[in-house]
């Protein structure tokens, strides 16, 4: 291949002695090898050599096994978070707030019946017929029970409010570690299955089924229409009449007539004409690479197709 190109640039050089103003060419792809992010073994390859695929469209697939099963792990972690956090914002379950309201009501009767000793040691304080002690007895009591009714209450209160805020924060911050984690997964599960970037040809399939590959291995080489182009040389004397830009009339065996191309780069240096038609009137010139991308529909040029394209007329 590389001969051939270098065979088209020198014959660029000696076509000017029968046509000034014309350049023989050739056209070029810039191909894209399109492999997986991870390595693996292919499982089905859905597209063949020569055949047009859409953007998006599947080219091929790797064995998925182990990305099923992490994001199969991953969906249950996920569930799990979201159902602690669900836990905090809902509160003790029914049976549970009924529970810690018996309780309190039960506190409550046993305030009301201290309430009641202390009221009568009062008055039996008074006449005599008790001691000290047995009054302040019931003044412990009473202040117990009220104590037990106010942590009853605020059990029943933070019960029917749910978790606490702190609490809350960690589980949400649990469910967003998962569901990060979850994606993730999605993703490695998504990347086993690799399709076209854009509309193209397939240039050529560098494996098939059953075959390994490492991560990121050509399986698939892909040209994009806007990928293709037109590859020429021109000598010093020429190379001023050429800037990035400037419309070719192209022209090409069996191709339709009006063809144009516009000049998209000119090498800023140049290079010796390659020595595989040595004479003396070559021997010594320079050559400068210009490209230039096809007006229009570019699939209709193939790579390595020849082509001419017509330079401006010199300036007098």
């Known amino acids: 291949m590389k001969r051939m190109l270098l065979l088209l640039a020198c014959l660029a050089l000696s076509a000017c002695h029968d046509a000034p103003n014309r350049v023989q060419g050739y056209v070029e792809g810039d191909f894209l090898r399109l492999g997986a992010t991870s390595g693996g073994r292919i499982t089905a ?20 096994g182990a990305e ?3 994001l199969a792990e991953a969906r249950a972690k996920t569930g799990e978070a979201r159902a602690g956090r669900d836990n905090l914002l809902t509160g003790k379950r029914a049976l549970e707030i009924k529970a810690i309201a018996a309780q309190r009501d039960q506190a409550a009767a046993d305030l009301a019946l201290a309430e009641i000793q202390l009221r009568r040691q009062s008055l039996l304080i008074r ?4 001691a000290q002690a047995s009054l302040d007895n019931a003044r412990a009591t009473v202040e117990r029970d009220r104590a037990r009714v106010a942590e009853l209450e605020a059990q029943l209160s933070f019960a029917h409010e749910g978790g606490r805020s702190a609490e ?5 911050a649990a469910v967003t570690a998962a569901e990060a984690a979850e994606a993730e997964a999605a993703w490695k599960l998504d990347q086993r299955r ?4 854009e509309a193209g040809e397939v240039q050529d399939v560098l494996f098939r089924p059953g075959e390994v ?15 293709i182009k037109l590859r020429f040389y021109l000598g010093p004397e020429r190379i001023g009449a050429v800037k990035p830009g400037l419309r070719l009339p192209v022209a090409c065996d069996g191709c339709a007539a009006g063809l144009t191309a516009r000049v998209s780069y000119v090498a800023p240096d140049a290079s010796y004409a390659p020595p ?22 570019a699939a209709r040029f193939r790579p390595g197709q020849p082509v ?9």
Do not use: C, H, M
């Open 45 to 64: 390859l859905l597209v063949d050599k020569g055949q047009r695929v859409a953007a998006g469209q599947t080219l091929f697939t790797l064995d998925d």
């Open 68 to 70: 099923q099963a992490q």
């Open 127 to 130: 006449s005599g017929d008790t």
């Open 168 to 172: 809350i924060r960690s589980a949400d």
């Open 194 to 197: 690799v399709t076209a970037p």
């Open 213 to 227: 590959v490492a991560a990121d291995q050509g399986v698939v080489s892909l040209l994009p229409p806007g990928n």
């Open 276 to 297: 595989i038609l040595y004479s003396r009137e070559n021997a010594a010139k320079l050559v400068f690479l210009v490209e230039a991308r096809p007006d229009g529909d």
């Open 308 to 316: 001419t394209l017509t330079l401006p007329e010199p300036t007098p």
